[in-house]
């Protein structure tokens, strides 16, 4: 037998990567046994009775989607199903948006919002001047972080979450905006801001889009929860469209995960939007072109069923109000919990203020717990959310929240000095 050779990736090359920290918490709910255990952790929509939900007119459309004589298997173009890609930029942009009307937008299918953000930031990295850095929010979406180290292009942070207020710390970000070198990436949350649930308002929104203006930065808006933070599509992509209406260059990640609950189809759109200006379509064909490109060596092209039953909701009257309901339900009950948990938390006393609870929006709210608490509750109480206290509000259920705020109650009275 000859001498085995050595491997060309040795330990010192490759190291063991660290597990995912999500996708570790929930194989470590999947093998606890406790009937009383309660995930917190991932960010998908549970009903009532913690399964997942089939939205009604999801259902519907894959139905009609089955039975069509017509539907094949072949390849979708490189830049996708184009009945999803332009309703999904009417959808974000709205159907009057100059963007649209005077063809400066160019939007390409990817997979889901990670893919969106993906091709983003890849384009960027090869063709936006200078290489700056790109700004995120403290604390952000941990993918971002991996996404943007990927492909090269250094990171910096701006200040966001207020852990005295639990709210928005707009000085400190705005601050850090004026002081970041002119023509910086920033990385907006266009709404239901991940992992906090706080976002700012309309008129803090309007200071920070004149601040970028003066700043000459670009927007790179990422957009997981349209529809699914307030139930209402229009509200939730308001930041988005004011900054189009400013006349910025910019792009923006959409996702159709979490508000159609199409987790594992991986359907999303990229969107850029250029500047009003003489050249402007011509700008935004070439980078079309470019992105077209990069997604081919990328993907080759991206997946269809997802996109057909999304397409085939947001291209039907009758689907897409129906939609709107379903949307309504989800964002709905979420608020009930919130509400149920603040109230239980106040009720029973447990210290310190609770009132962010129901002032944070969206799938998730950032509790305050400090990382020591939340292994408490894990170990005690078999309640599973990430160490930075962050809970996915959906993961609350009328048949849980008293249970999960006992807990709190319990730890935090135990661990407040």
């Known amino acids: 037998m000859s001498e085995a050779m050595p491997s060309s990736f040795p330990a010192d090359a490759v190291p063991q990567a660290p597990e995912d920290p999500l996708f570790g918490l929930m194989a470590a709910y999947r093998d606890d046994t406790s009937d009383k255990k309660v995930d917190l952790g991932i960010g998908a929509y549970r009903d009532d009775d913690a399964k997942p939900w089939v939205l009604p007119v999801v259902k519907k459309a894959d139905g ?216 402007a379509e011509a700008t935004t064909s070439r980078v079309a072109s470019q992105l077209t490109l990069l997604q081919r060596s990328e993907i080759s092209n991206p997946p269809a069923y997802g996109a057909r039953i999304a397409a085939r909701i947001l291209n039907d009257p009758d689907l897409f109000a129906e939609w709107e309901a379903n949307l309504r339900e989800m964002s709905g009950r979420i608020r009930t919990m919130r509400t149920a948990l603040r109230a239980k938390l106040e009720d029973l006393g447990t210290p310190g203020s609770w009132t962010h609870i129901t002032d944070q929006i969206g799938m998730f709210s950032f509790t305050g717990l400090s990382p020591d608490q939340v292994l408490r509750l894990r170990a005690e109480a078999h309640v599973y959310m990430t160490k930075n206290g962050r809970i996915s509000m959906a993961g609350l259920n009328t048949k849980n929240v008293d249970y999960f705020a006992q807990a709190v109650d319990r730890v935090v009275r135990e661990t407040t000095e």
């Not at 995120?136 to 910096?156: C, G, K, L, Y």
């Not at 004026?178 to 266009?190: K, M, N, T, V």
């Not at 706080?198 to 927007?219: G, S």
């Open 64 to 279: 009609l989607l089955r039975d069509d004589p017509a539907l094949n298997h072949e390849y979708l173009p490189i830049d996708g199903l184009s009945e999803l890609t332009s309703a999904a930029a009417k959808l974000m942009l709205g159907a009057e948006s100059p963007a649209i009307l005077e063809k400066r937008s160019a939007s390409l299918q990817t997979i889901s919002g990670t893919g969106a953000v993906h091709l983003g930031a890849l384009f960027l990295a090869r063709f936006y001047p200078a290489n700056p850095s790109v700004y995120v929010s403290d604390p952000t979406w941990a993918n971002h972080h991996q996404i943007f180290s990927n492909v090269r292009v250094p990171i910096a942070t701006y200040p966001y979450f207020s852990k005295a207020t639990k709210g928005l710390d707009f000085e400190g970000m705005t601050s850090t905006l004026r002081a970041a070198p002119e023509g910086s990436i920033i990385l907006l949350h266009a709404c239901a801001h991940n992992p906090t649930g706080v976002d700012p308002t309309q008129e803090q929104w309007r200071e920070i889009a004149q601040l970028m203006r003066e700043k000459r930065h670009f927007p790179f808006f990422d957009c997981a929860y349209q529809g699914f933070a307030s139930g209402d599509l229009a509200r939730d992509a308001w930041a988005v469209r004011h900054f189009v209406e400013q006349g910025f260059e910019l792009c923006i990640a959409q996702s159709f995960a979490k508000n159609f609950g199409l987790y594992g189809e991986r359907a999303g759109c990229f969107h850029f939007v250029a500047a009003p200006a003489p050249d």
